[in-house]
């Protein structure tokens, strides 16, 4: 008995914080949701060691690229500003603008090229592995 009020409690508790997230103007909106990168490879395992979460804001001026490099982890981002062309060592491509998320490619070799007028800015979440890198340059 005592188990089922926990549970109606919460219940109502969720459906009370629903209505007043309603009612205050709050939004949620979903920028992506995918188990498989860009590309259509699916995303693999997590790993099984310590969790690590890392987020990363990169800025890339107008022309530039990243070097070459590929991610052993699931990893995702948002462009927060500019244009970004993002290019795997198979040439395939995808183009980000402004607002634009995407999960990335894993274990590919890529790099990401601004290829607007301004600095582009790209906000990345890294779900990683404690003491082991995000990151793999060529």
Do not use: C
């Not at 992506?32 to 395992?45: A, F, I, N, Y």
């Not at 991610?71 to 183009?95: F, M, Q, R, W, Y």
């Amino acid at each position: 008995m005592f188990r089922m009020l926990a549970v109606m409690s919460v219940v109502g508790i969720l459906a009370f914080a629903a209505t007043a997230q309603e009612s205050s103007g709050i939004s949620t909106t979903v920028l992506v949701k995918s188990d498989s990168s860009w590309d259509g490879t699916p995303l693999p395992s997590y790993p099984k060691g310590a969790p690590e979460i890392t987020v990363l804001r990169i800025a890339i001026p107008p022309g530039e690229a990243l070097p070459l490099h590929r991610h052993p982890v699931i990893n995702a981002g948002i462009l927060l500003s500019g244009e970004l062309t993002v290019t795997t060592d198979k040439n395939e491509t995808k183009i980000l603008k402004e607002g634009d998320a995407l999960v990335e490619v894993v274990g590919k070799w890529h790099y990401g090229r601004n290829t607007g007028k301004g600095p582009a800015v790209i906000l990345v979440f890294y779900a990683g592995e404690r003491g082991k890198p995000i990151t793999e340059r060529k």
